[in-house]
T-cell receptor
């Protein structure tokens, strides 16, 4: 049971470079999320998707884009990386039922220099 | 005001102690409540859901007070392995299902 898989696990980018983080889930979940976690600030929602082909902005969407072309995949893109985007990124998925568990990927540690 | 607030701690307690964490939330329409556990440099994992009637799972007890808009987590007989950050998580029920996280309370259980 893979659950939620994120790739890559670590990455160092130079300012201005672009990259895509991939999240894949095999639980047939409708909802998928991208969060970032910074020291002392908890997890903050970047973008989310409530189904294939749909995406929406979360709390801190600036500088990021997302796509959900397939139900099992949710991609997070950084078009022009900035040092402020240095963070740990977590993807999560859950089913639409109330009181269900959200499952998280293992995280991607991104450093922008 | 943050939507979900927690005391960041750290709470340093000896093995065997009882420790309690509280969390307050701002949206009275919130529908679902959870405690997640996060170990250092790992992903969050569900510890337990919190129901209006309260619920217990072994040494862990969670309670919800809708009138005062807070939830609590009680850990009895603390173990070294309980050392982690505990995240209060709320589904704000605003028409989109996205979980809102508190910044976490760090627990350190000492021998």
């Amino acid at each position: 049971n893979a659950g939620v898989t994120q790739t890559p696990k670590f990455r160092v980018l130079k300012t201005g470079q672009s990259m895509t983080l991939l999240c894949a889930q095999d639980m047939n979940h409708e909802y998928m999320y991208w969060y970032r976690q910074d020291p002392g600030m908890g997890l903050r929602l970047i973008h989310y998707s409530v189904g294939e082909g749909t995406t929406a902005k979360g709390e801190v969407p600036d500088g990021y884009n997302v796509s959900r072309l397939k139900k099992q995949n949710f991609l997070l893109g950084l078009e022009s990386a900035a040092p402020s985007q240095t963070s740990v990124y977590f993807c999560a998925s859950e089913s639409p039922q109330v009181n269900t568990e959200a499952f998280f990927g293992q995280g991607t540690r991104l450093t922008v220099v | 005001r943050k939507e979900v607030e927690q005391d960041p701690g750290p709470f340093n307690v000896p093995e065997g102690a009882t420790v309690a964490f509280n969390c307050t939330y701002s949206n009275s329409a919130s529908q679902s409540f959870f405690w997640y556990r996060q170990d250092c440099r790992k992903e969050p994992k569900l510890l337990m859901s919190v129901y209006s009637s309260g619920n217990e799972d072994g040494r862990f007890t969670a309670q919800l007070n809708r009138a005062s808009q807070y939830i609590s987590l009680l850990i009895r007989d603390s173990k070294l392995s309980d050392s982690a950050t505990y995240l209060c998580v709320v589904n704000m029920g605003t028409g989109r299902r996205a979980l809102t996280f508190g910044s976490g309370t760090r627990l350190q259980v000492q021998p």
